[in-house]
């Protein structure tokens, strides 16, 4: 059965810069949850990524997500599909 699951990346590295990943969305289990990040973000962010069961509350998601968007994805979680994902990228190099 579907859950909604939360996979995020927060990767650092000297003069490459700091990316934020996060997609919220429906999937089967951690694996789909993962191979839905990895369509989104590629195989090089997936490496490090993290993936719970639910809407989580992080510093990569209150970075990416405004509380407005985390609490809509609360209200209506039950209530049809959700797909959710931003990226930022910094490099100060």
Same mark, same amino acid.
């Given at each position: 059965? %579907? $859950? @909604?699951? !939360? +996979? !995020?990346? &927060? #990767?650092?590295?000297?003069?490459?810069?700091?990316?934020?990943? =996060? @997609?919220? %969305?429906? =999937? *089967?289990? *951690?694996? &789909? =949850? @993962?191979?839905?990040?990895?369509?989104?973000?590629?195989? #090089?962010? =997936?490496?490090?990524?993290? $993936?719970? +069961?639910?809407i989580v509350r992080n510093h990569v998601t209150e970075f990416l997500f405004s509380p407005a968007l985390l609490n809509n994805l609360d209200k209506h979680k039950a209530d049809g599909m959700i797909n959710v994902y931003g990226e930022y990228h910094l490099n100060l190099s």
């Open positions: 059965m %579907s $859950a @909604i699951w !939360t +996979v !995020t990346s &927060d #990767y650092f590295a000297t003069g490459e810069g700091i990316t934020y990943s =996060a @997609i919220i %969305s429906y =999937a *089967e289990n *951690e694996a &789909d =949850a @993962i191979r839905l990040f990895t369509e989104k973000f590629g195989e #090089y962010f =997936a490496i490090g990524c993290k $993936a719970s +069961v639910g």
